[in-house]
């Protein structure tokens, strides 16, 4: 065993031999992976070998995408037969909300690459003659997907990565990981140790119990998961002997199940409700080719479908049930990427799907290892996106919610209820008392709307379809009364949160953003260090506030701060809340060593409340004796300021384009500034708002969210932060290459839409856009804008295509529609409410 290399590599299952594979693919050649047992001897032995390009994430999209592309030509390459079937995989449909579903994920496909077919039901019975077709709308096929064999695929990787220099231990356990003064890391074994510069923990059902040894709390617990091999049936063996084409894979979504042939027989796997959680502590040190005992009552619901759909399937005797492990997390999706805390400790850990992501997700990991940066948006699996809120007890209840709702109806707007509330802000009871209807990001609540007093969803319209999948709404909340229908297209709260939106331009609203992430960075380096990470300047004068980007080595767009300077050398920083951990993990990444610059977060110190509207500055008169005049209070200011009895940094900015102000202040004093804006604006029909409105009105406006329209796959010329970007104030991280791919020609161009002839189906984000039969780009995010009466959509299109006033089309659904270039922010272009 190598004693040095430059990376070492811990989990022999697909997934760590993947990146294993692409490292030395990299030109790494000196790269080592240690096994505890034997290769796939953990979670990779017993899967089902399924290969489903589906899926509503565009970074997960991207990543199984390229896994099947890889494992295509990989006998090719290392002579080593994965046994790959490319036999298709159709999903039926058959409820309207399910055809939504899927016509919204054939335009996300489009826009990667994605094949995807529309299939009628007597097309879906000529492919799967052994299938009925009653009662089904249609379904959707990927032609270039199947199923592979877990064992000889992770054994082609294998092959590969050895034949360019890596090393393969086998039976060799890691029993401490170290990291000395130098940086480098010390991986301590049962067969002598490694030192190396980067570790990588693929470590499946012990991702726990590896993060443990450098003192990560790993979001990742394991969850049973059965299916059944059948014995052969005739029909089946028939079609062998006559040489017809494997059926392929099968899956029923609405009864929450998968189906495919397996030696004459057939497979069913369903994702069941009350499939528990395990290995909790990780499993025994001992555990090799592991299963549970199977539970064949909690799968009785998802057999009967497959009977009704598959009569065959009930025809012959089960030869076998499997009840294995899988690791997951609460959103269901992987961690891939760099471990917070830590340099050059990475994780590829969390794969509920990790045959499918292996591949793409050692490609991604050895790409942001070897050049520092991945080249796709991870921020859909980048491993900072949980926070130290997902702990065990929170991971058990959220993981086993991700397992049940594999196969349910992923809508845009749901809100899964698991584990919450968790995180509450002082005022959240008072908001409750208002109607607020909650939704939930890195682990808070915060309103997304406003119900009217008395409001429930008739229940008439709740689950409505005869399926197992047919919930569409969150649970009845603290009175009983359910106040939310979810869909694809305009639901229940569409006008509600019209109405808010109204009420902030004619009015004034309150919006709690408490959420932010936020944090101080102080000392006497600390202007020059912002000054040379960020694109933007920083602001030189006391109360200045400025938007500042942090950029990729290669130009794009890696984080957003509002930058607000409190003092000489002290400045206030907020950024997404949904992004505390990452943002503030790349900002402590890259604090110079001299102990002149300090950050400390501040996020559960301080809140956020944002007064809005052009009747704001009359609702803060009477709280404060501070000249909120434009002249003494302009706009991109801030200063501290009483509101009654409390005080507040008061700044001069929001995200929805009219005049008002954010109001951060010690979280203990929440509660009377909530009361003293409520009872001052009583006389300016001042009303709460939520997160729907707030994002609606931003839309209106051309504000760009991350990861959104801005993403490392965009650069910010191309993302239009023109006015934010100084390349001669100095260096800053990216700045070389930004200004260089910007004088080669940008690729892509941000505009905005206005979409015609919608009735009830908005954009939402990741809808293909075309110019006759050829794709030019696709939407970023989309709604309706209430201010504006207008259907919108932000998008980034080819340059060429981006001129205000050209015409394209964007496919909502499965329709396109006409969309025209318009000029950016439609509401007040100039301003001129925002600066009022």
Wanted: aromatic content about 10%.
């Amino acid at each position: 065993m190598r004693t040095h290399a430059r990376a070492v590599v811990i989990g022999g299952g697909v997934v760590g031999v993947a990146t294993l594979y692409h490292l030395a693919k990299k030109g790494w050649s000196d790269v080592v992976l240690v096994e505890r047992k034997e290769l796939t001897s953990g979670s990779t032995w017993h899967a089902a070998g399924l290969l489903p390009l589906f899926n509503m994430s565009y970074s997960v999209g991207q990543i199984h995408k390229n896994s099947v592309g890889l494992y295509k030509n990989l006998e090719e390459e290392t002579g080593q037969n994965v046994g790959f079937s490319v036999c298709s995989n159709i999903r039926l449909a058959r409820t309207k909300d399910r055809w939504d579903e899927y016509m919204y994920y054939a335009g996300v496909a489009r826009t990667i690459g994605v094949n995807v077919n529309v299939l009628t039901p007597d097309e879906v019975k000529a492919i799967w003659p052994l299938c009925e077709t009653d009662g089904l709308l249609g379904a959707i096929q990927h032609p270039d997907d199947g199923y592979i064999q877990p064992a000889d695929l992770t054994q082609a990787l294998a092959r590969g990565a050895r034949t360019m220099g890596a090393e393969i231990n086998r039976n060799t356990t890691v029993t401490g990981i170290e990291q000395p003064p130098s940086g480098e890391w010390l991986v301590k074994t049962d067969q002598g140790e490694i030192t190396c510069e980067h570790v990588i923990s693929a470590t499946g059902n012990f991702a726990r119990r590896t993060g443990a040894m450098v003192g990560l709390d790993v979001p990742v617990i394991p969850v049973e998961h059965q299916f059944i091999v059948t014995e052969p049936h005739p029909a089946i063996q028939e079609r062998q002997a006559a040489g017809l084409p494997e059926m392929g894979v099968l899956r029923e979504s609405d009864s929450s199940w998968y189906m495919r042939e397996e030696a004459g027989g057939l497979l069913l796997g369903p994702y069941e409700q009350g499939a528990p959680a395990c290995y909790v502590d990780g499993p025994d040190e001992n555990a090799e080719y592991e299963l549970f005992q199977e539970d064949l009552e909690r799968l009785m619901p998802h057999i009967e479908t497959a009977i009704a759909r598959v009569p065959a399937f009930g025809e012959v005797g089960i030869k076998r049930v499997y009840n294995g492990a899988i690791p997951y997390t609460p959103d269901g999706s992987p961690i891939i990427g760099p471990a917070w805390g830590l340099k050059n400790f990475w994780l590829n850990e969390g794969h509920s799907f990790g045959i499918t992501a292996a591949g793409g997700a050692g490609w991604q990991l050895a790409e942001w290892i070897v050049e520092g940066e991945p080249t796709i948006d991870m921020m859909g699996v980048d491993p900072r996106r949980f926070g130290p809120y997902a702990s065990e007890g929170y991971l058990k209840e959220k993981n086993e919610e991700a397992y049940a709702n594999v196969f349910t109806l992923h809508y845009p707007d749901e809100e899964r209820a698991a584990a919450r509330p968790l995180k509450t802000t002082p005022c959240y009871d008072r908001m409750k008392a208002l109607g607020a209807v909650f939704g939930s990001v890195y682990g808070w609540e915060r309103p997304n709307w406003f119900a009217p007093e008395g409001y429930e969803v008739p229940a008439s319209e709740l689950d409505v379809d005869d399926t197992l999948t047919r919930h569409n709404h969150p649970p009845a909340d603290w009175i009983g009364k359910v106040r939310e229908r979810w869909s694809f297209r305009r639901s229940n709260y569409f006008e509600h949160v019209g109405n808010e939106c109204l009420n902030v331009k004619d009015n004034v609203g309150l919006l709690d953003m408490s959420a932010f992430a936020k944090c101080f960075v102080t000392g006497s380096g600390a202007e020059a260090w912002l000054d040379s990470i960020f694109a933007n300047r920083i602001p030189k004068k006391i109360g200045r506030v400025n938007l500042c980007h942090l950029l990729t080595s290669r130009g794009g767009v890696r984080s957003e701060f509002t930058i607000y300077k409190v003092r000489e050398g002290g400045y206030y920083m907020v950024s997404a809340g949904a992004f505390e951990r990452h943002d503030h993990d790349v900002l402590m990444k890259l604090l110079p060593d001299d102990g002149s610059v300090s950050m400390y977060p501040v996020t559960t110190a301080w809140g956020v409340l944002v007064l809005a509207g052009p009747r704001s500055r009359d609702v803060l008169a009477k709280l404060t004796d501070t000249d909120l005049s434009t002249a003494a209070f302009p706009w991109l200011s801030g200063k501290e300021i009483s509101i009654g009895p409390a005080s507040a940094h008061a700044l001069r900015v929001n995200f929805v384009g009219e005049l008002g102000w954010e109001f951060h202040h010690p979280i203990e004093m929440q509660n009377v500034i909530f009361d003293r804006l409520m009872e001052a604006g009583a006389e300016f029909g001042i009303k709460p708002f939520g997160i729907r409105a707030m994002t609606a009105m931003a839309i209106e406006k051309s504000y760009r969210l991350v990861p959104r329209e801005l993403s490392i796959e965009y650069s910010a010329y191309e993302s239009g932060l023109d006015r934010f970007v100084h390349p001669n104030k100095g260096d800053f991280i990216g700045r070389d290459a930004l200004v260089k791919a910007h004088a080669d020609g940008d690729k892509w161009r941000y505009v905005t839409m206005e979409v015609h002839g919608v009735t009830d189906a908005d954009a939402r984000g990741n809808e293909p856009i075309w110019k006759g039969d050829t794709l030019v780009g696709r939407a970023t995010s989309g709604g309706y804008g209430w201010r504006v009466e207008k259907s919108l959509a932000l998008a980034m299109v080819q340059p060429e295509h981006g001129e205000e006033g050209a015409e394209l089309e964007i496919q909502i659904l499965g329709r396109r529609h006409r969309a025209t270039m318009i000029a950016e922010s439609p509401y007040d272009p100039e301003n001129k409410r925002l600066r009022a």
